[in-house]
T-cell receptor, first 114, second 112 residues
Framework: NAGVTQTPKFQVLKTGQSMTLQCAQD?????MSWYRQDPGMGLRLIHY???????DQGEVPNGYNVSRSTTEDFPLRLLSAAPSQTSVYFCASSYSWGLNNEQYFGPGTRLTVT | TQLLEQSPQFLSIQEGENLTVYCNSS?????LQWYRQEPGEGPVLLVTVVTGGEVKKLKRLTFQFGDARKDSSLHITAAQPGDTGLYLCAGFDMDSSYKLIFGSGTRLLVRP
């Protein structure tokens, strides 16, 4: 199993550009989520999904869109990139949600917006 | 939204020393998890604590969940350079069990 994969690993965007960060998992996990990690702030939840066709907002959803058309894929779209979106983005998945569920994280995408 | 505060934010110690990292909240959590993250990688789960007062051991790492389920600690005995990394606590929001909330992390450096 590849686990959770993310592409690209690095990306530089200009302000106003749009792009999609890809995330895929091959563990048949129902729950998937996107986090951003900034220095001194841990991981903050952007969006999450409890199954195909179901998504919801996390703590910091503004400027990001998600969709979940299949169990395996959970792409994150930046609509119009801003310097404040410079961060490291992690995708995670788990068998289910709530008590005792282990989150499996991808290797991250380092995004810089100039 | 519930908050998790970790202390200290940064810790630099000599190999062989002991240390404790704290994760505190004013809210009750149904469970807390501890993750370790190494540079350039995603976090990896170390342990989940569920019951108030629970103590779990993972080799030289001891995890404790507070009796009131509002706090947790991670104690490392005889730290080694391989313990270097970012330690994160996390818990599911009681208002929405779908949202996993992370603390800001403790960055540990163990010098040889």
């Amino acid at each position: 199993n590849a686990g959770v994969t993310q592409t690209p690993k690095f990306q530089v965007l200009k302000t106003g550009q749009s792009m999609t960060l890809q995330c895929a998992q091959d563990m048949n996990h129902e729950y998937m989520s996107w986090y951003r990690q900034d220095p001194g702030m841990g991981l903050r939840l952007i969006h999450y999904s409890v199954g195909a066709g179901i998504t919801d907002q996390g703590e910091v959803p503004n400027g990001y869109n998600v969709s979940r058309s299949t169990t395996e894929d959970f792409p994150l779209r930046l609509l119009s990139a801003a310097p404040s979106q410079t961060s490291v983005y992690f995708c995670a998945s788990s068998y289910s949600w709530g008590l005792n569920n282990e989150q499996y994280f991808g290797p991250g995408t380092r995004l810089t917006v100039t | 939204t519930q908050l998790l505060e970790q202390s200290p934010q940064f810790l630099s110690i000599q190999e062989g020393e002991n240390l404790t990292v704290y994760c505190n909240s004013s809210s009750v959590f149904s469970s807390l998890q501890w993750y370790r993250q190494e540079p350039g990688e995603g976090p990896v789960l170390l342990v989940t604590v569920v019951t108030g007062g629970e103590v779990k051991k993972l080799k030289r790492l001891t995890f404790q969940f507070g009796d009131a389920r509002k706090d947790s600690s991670l104690h490392i005995t005889a730290a080694q350079p391989g313990d270097t990394g970012l330690y994160l606590c996390a818990g599911f929001d009681m208002d929405s069990s779908y949202k996993l909330i992370f603390g800001s992390g403790t960055r540990l450096l163990v010098r040889p």
